[in-house]
């Protein structure tokens, strides 16, 4: 894709959209290190999800070098901030399972369902480096399910309160760039359903029962679409 090619539309929503994703791996690469401070005996294992992270937000600042777009950074801290909040008190809080929860499934589902939906629309710059990051980030997921699971059905209560909490925050987030996903070729309902039907799957590994996490994510995902905007309850 030719710089000359690209609208002033396109540009700004990829801008808007670049730095989401930026500064969402950004903040997973802080957000594992974290952890291994509540986690020291897997420090060294969490230190290198970190590093992967910070690999991955170089990569996408990458992205929109290639296509002469700078991304909009301050805009992605203030609407990651909520998440992050939410994250950080877990953490203060010593919460484990908490933090792992906004981390390891929330927030990594919807990278995975995030870069799957870009996958088909993605420049040729972008395309391999996406494919890359797919296989890390189910890594990611994949160390969250099976801490949870060894714990699991003691830790069921607490997964499900934190997703009562950080769910709709993740969730409002996607409302407010629904329209610049519309510009750059991604359907926003394609992504809340991909993001829906990869946190139900991750609940069902970490041992929710299929109707349990079918339940759980359709109550919240459906409170989140209809505050953010209630004439979209239908489509959610
Ligand atoms: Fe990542
Ligand atoms: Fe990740």
Redesign the pocket.
Known sequence: MANLELTTAYREAYSRINGLVIVG?GL?DRHFRLLAGLLPDEREDLEQ?AA??GR?ARDFLGCGRSLGIRPDLPLAHRLFAPLHRLFAEAIRAGDRVSALVIQCLI??SF?VAAYRCYQPVADPYAAPILREVLE??AE?LDYGERWLAAWFPDVAAPIAACCERALPVALAMLQDVRDDLTVIGIDPLDLVGEFVACFEETLEKVGFQPRQARGLVARLAGRACHEAAPASIESC
């Open positions: 791996e997973a999800l992967m992270e991955h927030v990594e990278a890390d980030e990611h």
